[in-house]
T-cell receptor, first 109, second 115 residues
């Protein structure tokens, strides 16, 4: 079966750095997305990785290792508005999106 | 820009009733999809469409129908509502080609309760 694992919940302090991990086992791989979802709202796109390595976009960075079936989202200089769920999704060999259950990130002052 | 518009935002139904969730996008996107989101689970694909006149089943299609008569609209029909269909429903769209390899644009969701 296809599986994406993310921690259910993480807590971090305002101004700190947090890394949210995602491991996947899918039938093929054609890219990995990270989305942010605030409570009661729609998911919004953060990043897309298809090649190994680190993609940096402002305070957010995303890393991919295809050989390890592993990605992480790195959030720097955390702000209270970063409190949200972070969803990892993999594009499989049939170009279908497989979604993780999401990681709820709680930011404390 | 409106993006992806879903209506209604909230709906309560009785078991056995039918209804249509509306989804419209104004970005000329070829790929459109419907997901349901339940607590503790990832988004699950119900149906999707790669262009007008073409639809296909996703992971959890039972109890739902879709049609795609135009590029803009992709309604989701619940045929006979069941309590297990209580969920938050999201419509999403992305540009043509390999649609899912491009970022999805989501509507605000429809919160549906079946009594």
């Amino acid at each position: 079966g296809q599986n994406i694992d993310q921690p259910t919940e993480m807590t971090a302090t305002e101004g700190a750095i947090v890394q949210i991990n995602c491991t996947y086992q899918t039938s093929g791989f054609n890219g990995l997305f990270w989305y942010q979802q605030h409570a009661g709202e729609a998911p919004t796109f953060l990043s897309y990785n298809v090649l190994d390595g680190l993609e940096e976009k402002g305070r957010f960075s995303s890393f991919l290792s295809r050989s390890k079936g592993y990605s992480y989202l790195l959030l720097k200089e955390l702000q209270m508005k970063d409190s949200a769920s972070y969803l990892c999704a993999v594009v499989d060999s049939n170009y279908q999106l497989i979604w993780g259950a999401g990681t709820k990130l709680i930011i404390k002052p | 820009n409106a993006g992806v518009t879903q209506t209604p935002k909230f709906q309560v139904l009785k078991t056995g009733q039918s209804m249509t969730l509306q989804c419209a996008q104004d970005m000329n996107h070829e790929y459109m999809s419907w997901y349901r989101q339940d607590p503790g689970m990832g988004l699950r694909l119900i149906h999707y469409s790669v262009g007008a006149g073409i639809t296909d089943q996703g992971e959890v299609p039972n109890g739902y129908n879709v049609s795609r008569s135009t590029t803009e609209d992709f309604p989701l029909r619940l045929l006979s509502a069941a309590p297990s269909q209580t969920s938050v429903y999201f419509c999403a769209s992305s540009p043509g080609g390999e649609g899912v390899s491009q970022p999805q644009h989501f509507g605000d969701g429809t919160r549906l309760s079946i009594l």
